[in-house]
């Protein structure tokens, strides 16, 4: 259900990063300058190589929800499919493999420590009833249910200038989730609601992961300036993490459609 629940707030991300960078070109035209007509890109050529893509995303979409397998195992299968499209490409050397499989690695074990110590947490909070403790101090605030979001999701934005958004999402959880189901919002709302949120953790600073990315792709951009381009996305994630939060039907009437019908 999450999976579909997430399509029409993607949609609405997809139409936000757009209207974002017609903002940007319309105040700086030379950050889009026009192609020659020597530098035009052959368009069927750039198409007929995203084929491949294409076939592992219908795969892994279509084989969930068609029942063929869960989720967790769609992963493993479409990383099997990205391995052999590489290897039939020769795009993949034998110490490139190894790269990846050290780089996974590291990253499993990263993940597992994660997990382990948000387990503990969440045992914490539950024997020591942190959670219960905080609803009644939410009931007793006399906020409004839509009032508490907006709380939530100040915290998580704050949050995200210093924490990446794993931990984030398995320190959090544990006390948030019995708040929102007290309140009578629905849960898959909650969890792309929180998707949303954290995922602005990756872009805002000092501590953006994606920053770094783009500061180690194109070295001679400094910081200050990859910074400043992320702003409109910025406030387009906001804007659109407001509507859902607001409007909870965007995102949960496709999974109410698909998944009603089917039973």
């Not at 996305?233 to 659109?240: N, S």
């Amino acid at each position: 259900m999450l999976f579909a629940a997430g399509i029409v707030p993607g949609l609405i991300a997809i139409g936000g990063y757009m209207a974002a960078v017609k903002w940007s070109v319309w105040r700086q035209p030379e950050l889009a300058p026009l192609a020659e007509d020597n530098e035009q890109v052959n368009k069927l050529a750039l198409l007929r190589a995203l084929w491949p893509v294409a076939l592992i995303f219908g795969v892994v979409m279509g084989g969930i929800y068609g029942g063929f397998f869960t989720s967790i195992e769609a992963s493993g299968i479409g990383a099997t499919a990205a391995l052999v499209f590489a290897l039939t490409h020769h795009s993949l050397r034998l110490k490139d493999i190894y790269a990846i499989l050290v780089d996974t690695a590291r990253t499993s074990a990263m993940m597992f420590a994660i997990i382990l110590g948000a387990a503990l947490f969440g045992e914490f909070v539950n024997l020591t009833g942190v959670h219960e403790g905080l609803l009644h101090v939410v009931q007793e605030s006399g906020l409004p249910p839509f009032g508490i979001i907006l709380l939530m999701i100040v915290l998580y934005i704050l949050l995200g200038t210093v924490l990446e958004s794993l931990s984030m999402i398995l320190l959090t959880v544990p006390i948030f989730f019995p708040i929102i189901l007290a309140l009578g919002y629905d849960p898959v709302w909650f969890g792309i609601l929180v998707v949303m949120v954290v995922e602005i953790g990756l872009i805002t600073p000092p501590i953006g992961v994606n920053l770094f990315v783009i500061r180690s792709v194109m070295p001679d951009i400094p910081m200050m300036t990859v910074v400043r381009g992320v702003i409109p996305f910025i406030v387009a994630d906001v804007l659109r993490i407001l509507l859902i939060a607001a409007v909870p039907a965007l995102s949960l009437w496709l999974p109410n459609l698909l998944f009603k019908a089917a039973a």
